[in-house]
Structures are given as structure tokens and as C-alpha cells.
């Protein structure tokens, strides 16, 4: 009977400790989701497509990190409700170009973009009641002024030219805006003629609407975003991303990586956070041959004959998007650097496949040589720090490029790494 009872004891105190496990684990489980929900709960609503720019989430990328021995964040700017780090910039600039009254309400805000400015853009002015017109070479994805029209803009497709060509799609889109505003002083005048309240398009120029058919409804005047010079691009990262890596980071950050196109994001970052402790380390990430990484290396660009627009041919040759241009931008020239490395293309690719497989983080080009970067800094400071790094977009708009095999071939890019050999780790 005893080994019954004793069998009988354990029974009735192994259900007894069952019982109130479950209990507890309902009673934690009931409490944490009721507080998940009450949280959520308590986070208002956004104001419009607006305010739902920016506050993007800091990830750890968990496999870049245990192979490093540091901590890599990636700040999740895919999130973003236009898809990239741009919506930032084209948020702050129509912001302050409206308030210094350079663009009208109702006005159009001009860009020369091929890529994500230009959709940010386009996702952006509708919401202040603006218009969009963008100029992209005409070797530019289909896809992409397919997107840019399905978001309302007008768009342009131009001969690609050299920067220093009148005709170069930057240009031609400063000379819209310019063309809008004399439209609508001309619309203006008429209208002050007549003494009637007439439509806008009354004014327009015969000539000019039908050279550019585009400027048709843009009679309140124009206004030229120019993400490369205009500052407001380094203020969007200097005013909001880098203040949210600071507190996302508990001011416990070594580093920050980036590489540059118009040079707003590392510039914006870079000050923010070396005011906030001269000991964080900023570096520039960049295809090989960009004029940039021999700015911060060595102090110099190029030579004279090297400079953009005075060579037939690109200098050097990337797949990747976004990044690695030969000028030296106002944006760019605002950049507090402590150093910079190369990244391949060779590394993007593999870098892309690597964390797809990995963490299921699904990045552009851009935010692939980001993760490079942030690798190369890893190993340049030694297990132990805190590195952080932009995720500018997803790979969505990279399907025709960046991942599709066939192209990757015919450049000898194909993926082959089964971990991370090609930033020599183990
Ligand atoms: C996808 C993408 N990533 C990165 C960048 C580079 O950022 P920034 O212009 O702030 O240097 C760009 C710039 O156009 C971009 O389009």
C-alpha cells in the first residue's frame, strides 16, 4: 500500500503544482497581453501619412551580431510609410519650403530623381496639398515611373546626360520649377488685367505648355526640392534620426555607419550624435572608385580631370542604388567623419542573401552595404560595441537588379557564401 500511497502523494502534489502553474502562466500570459493591448491601446493614432514618417523601429540584426561579438542595429527605415529613409527628407523639405513661402500652397515641388526621393516625394506633397513632377533618365526602371504615376506625380523621362549638361535630369527639373513660377506670375498678371477671378490655367504660356505639357496644372508655382544641396536634408536626419538613435540607444551607441548619395543621412547623423559624445565614431561606407571615400581618407576627391561630368564614363561602376556619387554636396560637406571603407559589390550581394537566410531581413542594395559597413566597423573596434546602421529600403524595388540571378550573372555577382566567408569570418 505505502508505494500506492507515496505514488498516490506525488500524483496529487504533481496536479497540485500543474494546477497552479497554469494558473500562474494564465495569470502572466492574461497580464502581459492585456498590457501589450493596454499599451498599444494607449498609443494614439497618427495624424495622417505625415506623422506616421519617422520613429522607426531599432532592430538588433541578431546574426551579424553574435559573429561579431558587438551589437549591430539596424534602424528600420523600410518602415516608413513611402518605403524608405527618403520620406524624412521629402517631408522636410516641403515643410520648410512652405514656410519661408518658397512654395506656394498648391505648388509643385520639382525633383530630379530616378529612385526613392522621388517616391517620397510623390507620397508626400498630396498630404500639404502640393503636386509632384519628377524628371528621371530615361534608363531608369520602368517600374519606377510606373509607381511614381500610380502616386499622382508627372513625370518626365530625359536622355541621360552629364551633371554639367543643361539637359541633365537634375537640371531640367530645377528649370521646371523655375518655369512653373513664371507661369504663375504670368497667371497672376492676367488675372490683376482682367480684374475676374479666373482659373489658373488662363495665364499659362501657349509655348511653354507646349514644350512641357507636364507644367498644364501647375500654375500656383513651383518650388526645386534639390536633395543634394537644399539643407533641409541634413536638418531631417539631424532633427529626427539621429535623436532617435540616441534615445533607442540609451545614449549606449560606439558607432554609426553609412554610405552617401546626397550625404544627408551621415552628415545629419554624424553631428547629432558627436554633440552628444564626441567619443561616438562616425564612418562613411562606399563603392570603390566614389571620389567620397578619398574626401575622408585623403583629403582629396580626384584630380581635376577626375572631377564628375568631365569623364565620358562613370568612374566606377556599382549595381548598387542610391550611393557612391563623385561630387562633394553641401549635405555631404556637413558630415563630422572619423573615417571610411569600401564595400563591393560582391559584399552587398552577399551581405542581402546572408541576412535573408539569417534573420529574414529583406534589404536594398544600399542598406546591404550599410550591414557591410557596420561588419567592417565591427571588426575594426573589437567585440564589445554598440554599432548602428540605416536600413534605407527593402528589397522590393531591387527585384529587377539586386535580386534577380540573370543580371547578378552577367556582372559575375551570383551569390555563392554559405555564412559569412566573404567578410572573412568564420
Ligand atoms: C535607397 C537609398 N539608400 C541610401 C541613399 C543614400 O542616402 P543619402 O542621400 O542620405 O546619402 C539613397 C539616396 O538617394 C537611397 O536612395
Redesign the pocket.
Given at each position: 500500500m505505502a508505494p500506492v500511497r507515496t505514488t498516490g502523494a506525488i500524483v496529487a502534489s504533481t496536479a497540485a503544482i500543474s494546477i497552479s502553474m497554469a494558473i500562474f502562466s494564465y495569470f502572466l500570459f492574461f497580464k502581459k497581453t492585456n498590457s501589450t493591448l493596454h499599451s498599444n491601446k494607449k498609443k494614439k493614432p497618427r495624424n495622417g501619412v505625415v506623422d506616421a514618417i519617422g520613429n522607426t523601429p531599432l532592430i538588433r540584426i541578431n546574426s551579424l551580431s553574435e559573429a561579431t561579438g558587438c551589437e549591430i542595429l539596424g534602424k528600420c527605415e523600410f518602415l516608413n510609410p513611402g518605403g524608405?529613409?527618403?520620406d524624412r527628407v521629402a517631408l522636410k523639405v516641403i515643410e520648410e519650403a512652405l514656410e519661408s513661402g518658397d512654395l506656394a500652397p498648391g505648388g509643385v515641388v520639382t525633383e530630379g530623381s530616378a529612385?526613392?526621393?522621388a517616391i517620397s516625394l510623390a507620397t508626400v506633397a498630396p498630404a500639404f496639398g502640393c503636386k509632384c513632377h519628377v524628371v528621371i533618365p530615361d534608363d531608369a526602371a520602368i517600374e519606377k515611373s510606373q509607381i511614381l504615376e500610380a502616386l499622382g506625380a508627372t513625370v518626365e523621362r530625359v536622355r541621360p546626360v552629364s551633371i554639367t549638361h543643361k539637359d541633365h535630369f537634375v537640371n531640367i527639373a530645377r528649370r521646371r520649377a523655375l518655369e512653373a513660377n513664371e507661369l504663375a506670375a504670368k497667371d497672376k498678371k492676367v488675372s490683376q488685367v482682367d480684374g475676374k477671378d479666373r482659373e489658373p490655367m488662363d495665364g499659362c504660356v501657349p509655348d511653354q505648355e507646349k514644350e512641357n505639357p507636364a507644367l498644364l496644372s501647375h500654375c500656383n508655382g513651383g518650388f526645386f526640392a534639390d536633395q543634394f544641396e537644399n539643407l533641409a536634408n541634413f536638418r531631417a536626419h539631424y532633427e529626427g534620426t539621429g535623436p532617435e538613435i540616441w534615445e533607442q540607444t540609451d545614449g549606449n551607441v560606439d558607432a554609426f555607419v553609412a554610405?552617401?548619395?546626397?550625404?544627408?543621412?551621415?552628415a545629419g547623423v554624424s553631428t547629432f550624435l558627436q554633440e552628444k559624445s564626441p567619443k561616438i565614431k562616425c564612418f562613411l561606407i562606399n563603392p570603390p572608385g566614389s571620389g567620397l571615400f578619398n574626401k575622408v581618407t585623403r583629403g582629396v576627391m580626384y584630380t581635376k580631370e577626375e572631377a564628375e561630368g568631365r569623364r565620358l564614363k562613370n568612374p566606377f561602376d556599382t549595381i548598387t542604388?542610391?550611393?557612391g556619387i563623385n561630387r562633394l554636396t553641401k549635405n555631404f560637406m556637413m558630415a563630422k567623419l572619423d573615417g571610411a571603407f569600401q564595400g563591393t559589390d560582391k559584399e552587398a550581394v552577399e551581405m542581402s542573401r546572408f541576412l535573408l537566410k539569417n534573420d529574414g531581413v529583406f534589404l536594398?542594395s544600399?542598406s546591404a552595404m550599410n550591414c557591410v559597413g557596420a561588419v567592417r566597423v565591427a571588426k575594426a573596434l573589437g567585440p564589445g560595441h554598440t554599432i548602428v546602421t540605416i536600413l534605407?529600403?527593402n528589397g522590393m524595388r531591387h527585384l529587377s537588379k539586386f535580386y534577380d540571378p540573370k543580371y547578378l550573372a552577367q556582372y559575375g555577382l551570383t551569390p555563392t557564401a554559405t555564412g559569412l566567408e566573404f567578410m572573412s569570418i568564420k
Open positions: 524608405s529613409v527618403k529612385g526613392s526621393t554610405a552617401a548619395g546626397t550625404g544627408g543621412t551621415v542604388e542610391g550611393i536594398g544600399s534605407c529600403d
